[in-house]
């Protein structure tokens, strides 16, 4: 019995140590997302993110606006203009339009959930690094949580 209850202890703590650690590598990938946010935001405007375990996520801009929704709700948009299947689309600037910025915009198969704005000089490679960012994000959390 006090080898079961010594195997017992040992693994209850494993499990501790691993649960941990997967703690900590999901919020360096929401810490490493805000690095860039900062890094590229809009003409220097504030954007972050914060994230629960379960994939619900805020985006908070400069105003104090808020965008929520969950990663597990994304999905290809109706009209099949996205370029990515997750769910998630990133646009670079065209420094021509009217007010260019680049953009990462988060879509449900109904209607495009929220968007991030960033600096024109956003490079293609910044956005689809922080696009998969997202999707690494998505594939530590757990659906239903």
């Not at 079961?4 to 494993?14: N, S, V």
């Not at 619900?56 to 969950?70: G, L, R, T, V, Y």
């Not at 299947?85 to 879509?107: M, Q, R, T």
Request: a positive charge; aromatic letters at 10%; hydrophobic letters at 45%.
């Amino acid at each position: 019995m006090k080898q079961f209850l010594f195997l017992l202890l040992i693994l209850l703590t494993c499990k501790s140590v691993v649960l941990h650690a997967q703690d900590t590598v999901f919020v360096k990938a929401v810490d490493a997302i805000n690095t860039k946010l900062q890094k590229w935001a809009e003409r220097g405007a504030s954007v972050y993110i914060t994230m629960k375990a379960n994939g619900d996520i805020s985006i908070i801009n400069k105003s104090n606006q808020s965008m929520q929704f969950n990663l597990f709700d994304l999905a290809i948009s109706q009209d099949n203009s996205m370029s990515s299947k997750s769910g998630i689309e990133f646009v670079p600037c065209d420094k021509k339009a009217h007010a260019p910025l680049a953009w990462i915009n988060f879509y449900t198969s109904q209607r495009q959930v929220a968007f991030i704005r960033l600096d024109c000089n956003t490079t293609v490679s910044e956005l689809e690094d922080i696009s998969n960012a997202f999707l690494y994000l998505k594939s530590l959390c757990k659906k239903g949580l």
